[in-house]
């Protein structure tokens, strides 16, 4: 494969770009792997990719039913942070952090990682305690968290509503300098390219349509494009895990909800940092093409539909302009939705299941793109040597069962009650 | 907009309504021994099914009564609503 440089980038102008290397390629499926992965978004090219380089497996498909980068790894805010309070959530992604800061040099691909740091906002007393709270136990576990006071948050968005008399005026906010944001389509993109250059056959157009499971051992998977046996299967479907966990006879603590978002039309640059309001479910940040790229909470009931609702819109959208009043000046250039996996506590699946040699990756709820390469990286060990790793061990499908949960939120069981 | 035909007040607006899932979900009989995994599938485990879906809605800035409503999670067309009690046939 031809490496992205400079010196590359010039030799190819000569012939204007015409000869570059394909990015990846567009095999036929083989009749039989060591590993199928289901599901092209970011997990499961993270996956493959984790598979090939740390463990050597490159007997491996993805079978993706659209086109890679298509699901919610191309829909999503491209938030990335570990400002979690609980250890198993904490540790998990400030390993992820870590292996955001170094993506673009170990794939080779510019993700345009930009660390331009988190601000949630406080709009009380009391919660100030709490995230204050959130920061010390974050510090415990050696992520960055920073209390600010509202001088210091007036300084960082001087654009917000600093005004005495509004509904919730800013307290302060805690801040996690170290967060960021990515480009989504290049992370999924420049997984599906090294992943394929180490042997991953990168199947798109292929719908998984069942499974051949026998004697409580997965076999292979049928797919629209004929049977594929498999030693191993990594389910990576995200917000379609429940129609395929029925075709295994599971039922699981996922249901499927629509998250939409929006972009305005570009502006200059106003925003260097990414905002959560917090007396509601609002979050902002600026693209590099200087689009305001918004959303917040879900519809509100069950959907497949990939596209939203405008009231929940509204709603979004209003909390935004009480956070910053200078965003009802602009124009709304696009909105979109995406199929979550919501899980019943709000943290996410890693896990073996009780089917030999199937195992599961879901309920990432609103957070599963920073944990792309934390999530490939500890799916592929967890595949790879058919147990998990400490970093993945907490989030077990069967800590529903014995009162473990991850609740992060305070939110109890139901997530998308909120 | 969905709009939702409240069996007790009409057709209204689906911003007078708060969501509350599954319906056909089944709080176990508390006469008799339940298992660890039965209690799982009445709090946690859902189907979450693509197409069909029984589910609770509160009309909570109207008359604030539960229901029932059969809709298609994938299309959001709502075919038939019911009384919380009422049989769903
Ligand atoms: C509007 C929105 C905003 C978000 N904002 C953020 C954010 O700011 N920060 C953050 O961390 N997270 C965010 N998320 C969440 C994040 O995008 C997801 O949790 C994450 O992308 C899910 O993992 P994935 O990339 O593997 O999923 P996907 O990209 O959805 O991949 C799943 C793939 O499986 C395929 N598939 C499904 N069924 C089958 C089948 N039967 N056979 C074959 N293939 C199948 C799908 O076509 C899809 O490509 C957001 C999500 C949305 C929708
Ligand atoms: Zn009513």
């Known amino acids: 494969m031809q490496k992205y440089s400079i010196f590359n980038l010039v030799k190819n102008a000569f012939s204007n770009h015409q000869n570059w290397d394909l990015a990846w390629k567009d095999p036929e499926p083989k009749e039989e792997y060591d590993v199928v992965i289901i599901g092209g978004g970011g997990h499961g090219l993270a996956t493959a990719y984790y598979l090939a380089k740390e463990h050597n497996i490159t007997k491996v498909a993805i079978i993706e039913k659209g086109w890679i980068g298509g699901g919610n790894v191309g829909r999503n805010t491209t938030i990335i942070r570990s400002n979690y309070m609980h250890d198993e959530n904490g540790l998990f992604s400030e390993f992820g952090m870590d292996l955001w800061r170094k993506m673009s040099q170990d794939l080779n691909y510019n993700v345009m990682f930009s660390p331009r740091g988190i601000i949630n906002l406080a709009h009380s007393d009391a919660q100030m305690n709490v995230y204050a709270r959130r920061g010390n136990s974050m510090r415990l576990n050696g992520i960055d968290a920073v209390l600010l006071n509202r001088e210091q948050v007036k300084e960082i968005i001087p654009m917000a509503d600093f005004s005495e008399n509004v509904r919730f005026p800013i307290f302060g906010g805690l801040m996690q300098p170290s967060a960021g944001t990515a480009r989504h389509d290049a992370v999924a993109w420049g997984y599906a390219r090294q992943a394929d250059d180490m042997g991953v056959d990168i199947i798109q157009n292929c719908e998984v349509i069942g499974f051949d499971v026998s004697a409580g051992k997965i076999n292979g998977i049928r797919t629209s494009r004929g049977n594929i046996k498999a030693k191993k299967v990594g389910l990576c479907v995200a917000g379609s895990t429940n129609i395929l966990a029925e075709k295994l006879n599971m039922t699981l603590p996922i249901e499927t909800h629509l998250l939409q978002a929006c972009v305005s039309e570009p502006v200059k640059p106003v925003l260097d940092s990414v905002v959560t309001f917090g007396a509601g479910h609002f979050y902002i940040s600026q693209s590099d093409k200087g689009e305001m790229v918004m959303g917040g909470d879900l519809d509100g009931y069950n959907s497949y539909a990939q596209r939203g609702n405008l009231p929940t819109l509204q709603h979004v959208l209003t909390e935004g302009i009480a956070m910053m009043p200078f965003l009802s000046k602009l124009k709304m250039l696009r909105t979109w939705g995406g199929i979550m996996d919501m899980s019943m506590d709000g943290s996410p699946i890693i896990d073996k299941t009780h089917i030999d040699g199937l195992y599961l990756n879901c309920g990432w709820c609103y957070g599963g793109f920073k944990a792309t390469p934390a999530s490939g990286w500890t799916f592929a060990h967890t595949i790879a040597q058919d147990r998990v790793h400490e970093l993945n061990a907490g989030y077990s499908l069967n800590r529903f069962n014995t009162g473990h949960l991850i609740d992060e939120k305070g939110l109890g069981t139901k997530t998308w009650i909120s | ?89």
């Not at chain 2, 599938?41 to 589910?55: A, M, P």
């Open chain 2, 1 to 89: 907009m969905l709009y939702i035909k409240c069996p007790h007040c009409g057709m209204r607006p689906q911003i007078e309504f708060s969501y509350g899932g599954d319906a056909s979900v089944k709080r176990p009989e508390l006469n008799k021994e339940i298992s660890d995994k039965e209690w799982d599938d009445f709090v946690y485990n859902r189907k979450s099914l693509r197409g069909k879906h029984l589910e609770l809605w509160q009309h909570i800035s109207g008359c604030r009564q539960w229901i029932k409503v059969e809709r298609d999670t994938a299309t959001h067309e709502i075919f038939k609503t019911f009384k919380a009690d009422e049989e769903v046939v």
